[in-house]
């Protein structure tokens, strides 16, 4: 499975950008996919994921509100729409997809198999 990201860019704090997936090589379902991202200097950390049949959502307590994921498996893709942007949104936004993450899991990214090569969304304040 290839994982591609898109949509990042510079964007002004309070404005908003949509990040995209496309998954290929095997269809997004019955993949868990999610979200992570990484600061310069810090380690990755878990932003949201979304289970294969959509309606099981998880965020982390930073995001919670203003990012919202989605996904449709007829385009095998994977959104974040991220809202009410802030200058600590800065980083490296990487897509992670798995098809054995136990829920409990959702927010180690050790439990993902697959990864996208990231998209840069950077925050001016």
């Known amino acids: 499975v290839q994982l591609q990201a898109s949509g990042g860019g510079l964007v002004q704090a309070g404005g908003s950008l949509r990040l995209s997936c496309a998954a290929s090589?095997?269809?997004?379902?019955?993949?868990?996919t999610g979200w992570f991202r990484q600061a310069p200097g810090k380690e990755r950390e878990f932003v949201a994921a979304?289970?294969?049949?959509?309606?099981?959502?998880r965020y982390a307590d930073s995001v919670k509100g203003r990012f919202t994921i989605s996904r449709d498996n007829a385009k095998n893709s994977v959104y974040l729409q991220m809202n009410s942007l802030k200058y600590e949104d800065t980083a490296v936004y990487y897509c992670?997809?798995?098809?054995?993450?136990?829920?409990?899991?959702?927010?180690?990214?050790?439990?993902?198999?697959?990864w996208g090569q990231g998209t840069l969304v950077t925050v001016s304040s």
């Open positions: 090589g095997r269809t997004v379902s019955p993949y868990t």
């Open positions: 979304i289970r294969w049949f959509g309606s099981n959502t």
């Open positions: 992670t997809g798995s098809m054995t993450i136990i829920w409990s899991n959702i927010a180690r990214a050790a439990s993902y198999e697959f």
